[in-house]
């Protein structure tokens, strides 16, 4: 045969090796996602990023015991749920402690990519540069279920920097059948009515208290001045104390022999207290009320037109400006506060949930109730607070706000209030 009688022959073996080659060169470029058997591999979904590596992310959060141990049984679920990501998780129970290191950890570039913080401190860390924004999160069916009063106080600078966990508000109560002996059917609605009702309550039973302060809690002292404070109050800027908030806690001082001190921390005494009818009024958070008996608040009620920065006793995750591992975050902030983990929570710890849908029985979301909070709650904290009940954007709002902590701390901790040495020890330090 001629050479030109095995150009066909050539040419018909160059297309078959060809053919045979098509399968081999698409495999090439597959993704492999890692089984519990170690041998399965599966093809990626078109515009899916599929992680075939390890991805670590660090939690930092300060809770009770019993909530972090919640917390590591949902992030186990997290981790079976999605293998690639490793989170750790780390607890200092001591929110003071926790501050101190987290700050410095975050000057130095070294945060964790997750923090749990309260939620008054989104702001000054997102102003120091701690923080990423979190608005991805925030759309769709996410964001039409949160609650606008609990999101508000995280924004800055045209950013959310925070995501709502739960919350915990102060909530004032009143002795039913004590305002009613003073000759009243609802809470005073201001000063002068107070001092009124106070004074009268004292006639009828001269051992009463007209008002109990938990020895050290701020936030009981700044929520009961803002409720019969007229008009803008300034109380959450940690600037000096007007006029009139001074003139209150003057006349606070010459009553101190009817302020009692009953701690938060055991339940039993404010039981007892508002059983004899030897308390007139408390400041306390929502869960303390919840655990007193059923039969003593029956004889309470609720102040609900005098709920001040319901806010500020709540917390948040927020991610830190220092994460490299972004996605996992916002991956895994987002399932530990879908409905369901926040309805566990709520079940386990008492503090209110942030997810608007959990104040009903709600037939759309797939959540075993076992409780329901109050449906009035939804309505307070949907609703957008002023900007004077909002915190500035000041670097310096946490140190300012634990200073003046340390000084309530000081002149509250004892048999008695001090609070004319209070108010002296707030003007020689220059607020």
Same mark, same amino acid.
């Given at each position: 045969m001629t050479p030109r009688k095995y150009v066909p022959f050539f040419v018909g073996m160059l297309l078959l090796a060809a053919l045979l080659l098509?399968? #081999?060169s698409r495999n090439t470029n597959q993704v492999s996602i890692g089984k519990p058997d170690g041998k399965t591999s599966v093809q990626p979904v078109p515009g899916k990023l599929i992680v075939d590596q390890s991805a670590p992310i660090h939690v930092n959060v300060s809770l009770p015991e019993p909530q972090f141990e919640q917390l590591k049984e949902l992030n186990r679920n997290f981790i079976m749920k999605y293998p690639h990501i490793q989170v750790e998780l780390a607890n200092e129970p001591v929110k003071s402690v926790a501050y101190e290191s987290w700050e410095l950890? &975050? !000057?130095q570039g070294e945060g964790a990519d997750i923090f749990l913080l309260d939620s008054s401190w989104i702001k000054? #860390?997102?102003v120091r540069g701690y923080l990423k924004p *979190?608005? &991805?999160m925030m759309t769709g069916d996410i964001l039409s279920d949160q609650l606008a009063g609990l999101l508000e106080p995280l924004k800055w600078n045209g950013y959310l920097w925070g995501v709502p966990r739960d919350v915990n508000p102060y909530v004032i109560v009143w002795s039913k059948v004590?305002?009613?002996?003073?000759g009243l059917t609802e809470p005073p609605a201001d000063w002068k009515a107070y001092q009124d009702v106070a004074a009268k309550v004292i006639t009828i039973h001269p051992e009463a208290s007209i008002l109990n302060w938990s020895p050290g809690d701020l936030r009981q002292q700044l929520i009961w001045l803002k409720s019969f404070q007229q008009g803008s109050s300034r109380l959450l800027s940690i600037v000096p104390l007007d006029e009139f908030q001074i003139t209150q806690l003057a006349?606070? !001082?010459t009553m101190e022999s009817h302020i009692s001190n009953l701690s938060m921390e055991v339940i039993h005494p404010l039981n007892a207290a508002f059983q004899d009818m030897r308390l007139l009024a408390a400041v306390m958070p929502w869960t303390n009320y919840e655990l007193l008996s059923e039969s003593i608040r029956s004889k309470l009620t609720v102040d609900q037109g005098q709920i001040s920065f319901p806010w500020l006793n709540g917390r948040s995750y927020a991610i830190s400006s220092n994460s490299e591992s972004e996605e996992e975050a916002i991956l895994w902030i987002q399932e530990m506060t879908d409905a369901n983990n926040q309805q566990l929570q709520y079940n386990e710890a008492g503090e209110l949930p942030t997810r608007a849908s959990l104040y009903s029985l709600n037939s759309s979301i797939q959540v075993d109730q076992v409780l329901v909070p109050p449906?009035?709650?939804k309505k307070v904290l949907n609703t957008k607070p002023s900007e004077s009940e909002l915190l500035p954007a000041d670097p310096r709002w946490i140190k300012k706000w634990h200073f003046r902590e340390q000084m309530w701390k000081q002149h509250s *901790?004892? &048999?008695t209030f001090q609070l004319t040495a209070y108010l002296e020890s707030l003007s020689l330090n220059g607020e």
């Open positions: 098509i399968p #081999f950890e &975050s !000057q000054t #860390f997102a *979190v608005d &991805s004590l305002l009613e002996e003073a006349w606070l !001082q449906a009035w709650w *901790v004892g &048999s």
